[in-house]
């Protein structure tokens, strides 16, 4: 099965300022179709996760562009720019390159 | 609006079965793949199952290959989740997802216990 690392695990941020969060898989996420599989989502309390970013680096529909997803291969990387209070919950990554389909063991974006 | 609305959930003994679906709408249900993903009381998500656009294929996880079955019935835009044999680690919350997550359920809970 792929190991997703994803670290921090907790990450104290402060209203404004900027968060960056990384994923990485022990075996590379390109597909045979040419495409990387590597999403990023939040959940916050009490809901369901919410996709964010898709294939590495693309924003999802009404996500803000404080968010952005780069990375390639076995390396990624989330960033969150100015972050607001809305922002605050837990963050996965999911790669779907390869069954089984895992996820990264979650980092907790919260107020410093 | 995309919808998806899982129901079916509860508490079940060890070795009993329960079958989870998840009624979607807002989208043309047939052209897409489905999963389910499950993620334990505070603890992190897990992939459990997919189904691809016409049933034809299936995939799961390796704890749950042989106790679990997905389906889906396009005419009814309906995606299934029986499970059978259940054990104390299946105690969990369950969201039917759309392919690569771009719209999950509200989650159903279900727990194991005797």
């Known amino acids: 099965d792929v190991v997703m690392t994803q670290t921090p695990v907790s990450l104290p941020v402060s209203l404004g300022g900027q968060a960056s969060i990384s994923c990485r898989s022990s075996?590379?996420?390109?597909?045979?179709?040419?495409?990387?599989?590597l999403h990023w989502y939040l959940q916050k309390p009490g809901q369901s996760p919410q996709l964010l970013i898709y294939?590495?680096?693309n924003r999802f529909s009404g996500v803000p562009d404080r968010f952005s997803g780069s990375g390639s291969g076995t390396d990624f990387t989330l960033k969150i720019s100015r972050v607001e209070p809305e922002d605050l919950g837990d963050y996965y990554c999911l790669q779907s390159t390869h069954f089984p389909y895992t996820f990264g063991a979650g980092t907790k974006l919260e107020l410093k | 609006e995309v919808q998806l609305v899982e129901s079916g959930g509860g508490l079940v003994q060890p070795g009993r079965s329960l079958k989870l679906s998840c009624a979607a709408s807002?989208?043309?249900?047939?052209?897409?793949?489905m999963h389910w993903i499950r993620q334990a009381p505070t603890k992190g998500l897990e992939w459990v199952a997919s189904?691809?656009?016409?049933?034809?294929?299936?995939y799961y996880r390796d704890s749950v290959k042989g106790r679990f079955t997905i389906s889906r019935d396009n005419a009814k835009s309906t995606l299934y989740l029986q499970m059978d044999s259940l054990r104390s680690e299946d105690t969990a919350t369950y969201y039917c997802?759309?392919?690569?997550?771009?719209?999950w359920g509200q989650g159903v809970m279900v727990t194991v216990s005797s």
């Open positions: 075996q590379s996420l390109v597909h045979s179709n040419g495409n990387t599989y």
């Open positions: 294939r590495v680096s």
């Open positions: 807002g989208f043309t249900f047939s052209n897409y793949g």
């Open positions: 997802a759309t392919a690569e997550g771009a719209y």
């Open positions: 189904i691809s656009p016409s049933g034809g294929s299936t």
